[in-house]
């Protein structure tokens, strides 16, 4: 689960019916909970917000009658937000998909916390059809940024081509390039960090790298360095598969956490006076995770034709290179 849906602060109890012996958990859930959909209930199993016995088991789990299950329930979004006239950068457009250029510091879809200024409400207001299979709050929305993370967002118009678009999402048929700037320091030039991604066992908005744990997921991320500094680089990376904060987490893995990656890397801000030496100087270089989703590219859901989308680096990251390669060159 993203920090953009929350997870109930109370659990809900059950007991597991003799009935429902040989049940898939996430089945189970569902016939319980009907307004939650199946793929939820699952995101929900796969943030450690069920226990059953007091254990983590997978969605596909199969039930024995008996058992005590406590789960911690989302909150169900309300109606779909109105359209609001906010700017978007449109790199791609045609009947049946759009590709938005999403700025830093804009939620994808509405939550607690988050109900206007959304990228969903952007999309209402511009696009006159946009897809339904994601539910009300998420019209056209087949797969999330993070608020911080700027760059390449594709959206389905039709749910036909939402179907289609979900389906190379989670069969990794496409390709996802981001550029990244990190601190640290790393004497190789390119890799790929192989290491699973699980929920963090502490910090429900978190996830953490966990090695032989039943709800843990495989990742890979390919990096390779682009441009080296004193305490700092920039990368190319391309993740392999799809986990949640997958790259911020990899980068921190090998030393390098993301710039400004207040979730993982410490520090939510860069000034000038760290750049160049000088505390006083508290000019906010950077206030946001340096993490842009660069390029994509996908099979057009109805021609099947292979369609590659630029985003053009935004203007605080630019900055943020400028300042490097003038105080920090090597």
Not at 68 to 76: A, D, W
Not at 90 to 101: G, K, M, S, T, W
Not at 222 to 235: A, H, Q, T
Request: overall charge neutral; some cysteine; aromatic content about 6%.
């Amino acid at each position: 689960m993203s920090g953009e849906q929350e997870l109930t602060s109370e659990p809900r109890e059950l007991i597991v019916p003799a009935a429902a012996a040989d049940t898939r958990l996430d089945v189970f859930l569902v016939s319980q909970f009907p307004t939650y959909s199946r793929v939820l209930l699952r995101k929900v199993i796969n943030a450690a917000g069920v226990k059953l016995d007091g254990r983590r088991v997978k969605a596909a789990h199969k039930l024995q009658g008996g058992e005590q299950i406590e789960i911690f329930l989302p909150e169900l979004p309300r109606e779909a937000p109105p359209g609001e006239d906010i700017p978007l950068e449109v790199l791609y457009e045609d009947d049946q998909i759009a590709a938005i250029n999403k700025p830093p510091g804009m939620v994808v879809h509405p939550g607690r916390g988050h109900w206007n200024g959304t990228l969903t409400a952007a999309l209402r207001f511009h696009f006159d059809n946009l897809s339904t299979t994601g539910g009300p709050s998420r019209p056209g929305i087949v797969h999330r940024l993070d608020r911080d993370t700027s760059g390449v967002i594709v959206v389905a118009k039709t749910d036909r081509a939402h179907m289609r678009l979900s389906e190379q999402f989670e069969q990794r048929t496409l390709e996802k390039e981001y550029f990244a700037i990190c601190v640290g320091r790393n004497d190789r030039d390119r890799d790929t960090i192989d290491q699973p991604i699980g929920p963090h066992p502490y910090q429900r908005e978190k996830m953490a790298i966990r090695r032989d744990e039943a709800i843990s997921k495989p990742a890979q991320t390919f990096y390779e360095v682009v441009e080296r500094f004193r305490g700092f680089l920039s990368y190319r990376v391309l993740p392999k598969s799809g986990r949640t904060h997958q790259i911020r987490l990899h980068l921190g893995y090998i030393g390098c956490p993301v710039l400004c990656d207040r979730l993982y890397g410490g520090r939510a801000v860069l000034t000038r006076g760290e750049l160049i030496g000088k505390p006083e100087d508290d000019t906010v270089v950077l206030a946001r995770q340096a993490l842009h989703a660069r390029r994509l590219v996908i099979a057009h859901p109805e021609t099947g034709k292979e369609l590659e989308f630029v985003a053009p680096l935004p203007a605080d990251l630019e900055v943020v290179l400028a300042a490097l390669r003038e105080f920090r060159s090597l």
